[in-house]
């Protein structure tokens, strides 16, 4: 039962996906992309009817906003995990409240746990695929808006291996973030049927680092040097050419969480990275309140729609 109340979720959540575009909706010239990991399901107003969320989306003027954490499941003490879906707000309101900043279209990727990924817009959505089963831990989403296929991830954060009951540090994390990042890859932008695709975007809370950022991570730990194992981020920059936030701010380390530590990515292919205007990364009040990661923002001319 517990699995058709989750999958019931995710059908509610995408109807409107299958709706033709509008009329009044033509492509706009550019598109405004926000990734953000809200950090519980925005526990942070969960219990404010998420006012200040709303208020503040709003202010971003985003197109399509892709989400990390996108389940409420917490109590106003943060302790106790509602034993139904039924009893939680997100993910299957997304649409709901995402109308609230002008998004009429939301979809939520695989809902296995309580941390599934999620994606709203302006324009309509064409969920492409849910990846999700037991070589994934929160599940991912692979949807299309305006032509531009956009893969949303979050990789499994812990030292130990997902399943381990021992939950041994250092004992199988980095190993099983690679299985989820090449099985994502391979249901993808590296599955065949997927081959004339030309605008991708993979983004998300990847719980890894990036071997680009080490001279970053060299000083800022040169007291007390760190090792980290970089193997995903290799894997997916032998993918996607381009690294959104590194690229267009290459002197800094653009850090994504409240820390020195960059985890959040906007990886894109060249025709995509061509039609970039602009990209940064968020750190205001609101921000630094809501979440333990910061948001990045990219704009970016909108693709030509190929005729069928």
């Not at 002197?251 to 959040?264: E, F, M, V």
Request: aromatic share 12%; net charge positive.
């Amino acid at each position: 039962m517990r699995r058709v109340a989750r999958f019931l979720v995710c059908l509610l959540v995408a109807v409107a996906a299958l709706q033709p575009l509008q009329a009044q909706e033509t492509a706009p010239k550019t598109l405004r992309f926000m990734d953000f990991n809200v950090a519980d399901g925005m526990w942070f107003d969960q219990f404010n009817n998420y006012d200040r969320f709303v208020a503040w989306m709003s202010a971003q003027h985003i197109d399509i906003f892709a989400i990390c954490e996108a389940a409420t499941h917490w109590d106003k003490e943060k302790k106790n995990v509602p034993k139904s879906d039924e009893a939680r707000y997100l993910p299957a309101k997304w649409g709901e409240l995402a109308a609230r900043w002008g998004h009429k279209y939301a979809a939520v990727g695989a809902y296995q746990d309580n941390y599934p990924v999620a994606l709203t817009s302006r324009y309509p959505i064409e969920v492409v695929q849910r990846i999700g089963g037991s070589k994934v831990s929160h599940g991912a989403l692979h949807a299309k808006v305006m032509c531009v296929n956009i893969v949303i991830i979050h990789l499994w954060p812990q030292q130990y291996r997902k399943g381990d009951p021992t939950r041994t540090k250092g004992t199988g994390g980095d190993e099983y973030r690679m299985e989820e990042i090449n099985y994502i890859l391979e249901q993808t932008i590296l599955n065949p049927k997927y081959a004339q695709e030309e605008h991708w975007i993979m983004t998300g809370d990847f719980n890894t680092r990036s071997p680009i950022d080490k001279p970053f991570y060299d000083v800022i730990y040169r007291k007390k040097p760190q090792t980290f194992n970089y193997d995903v981020q290799t894997r997916v920059r032998e993918v996607y050419p381009h690294d959104v936030m590194y690229e267009k701010h290459p002197n800094a380390l653009q850090s994504s969480t409240r820390g020195k530590a960059r985890i959040d990515y906007i990886y894109c292919t060249n025709k995509l990275y061509s039609a970039i205007k602009e990209a940064y990364t968020i750190r205001d009040d609101f921000v630094r309140t809501a979440s333990d990661h910061c948001p990045l923002v990219m704009e970016f001319k909108t693709p030509k729609i190929k005729k069928r």
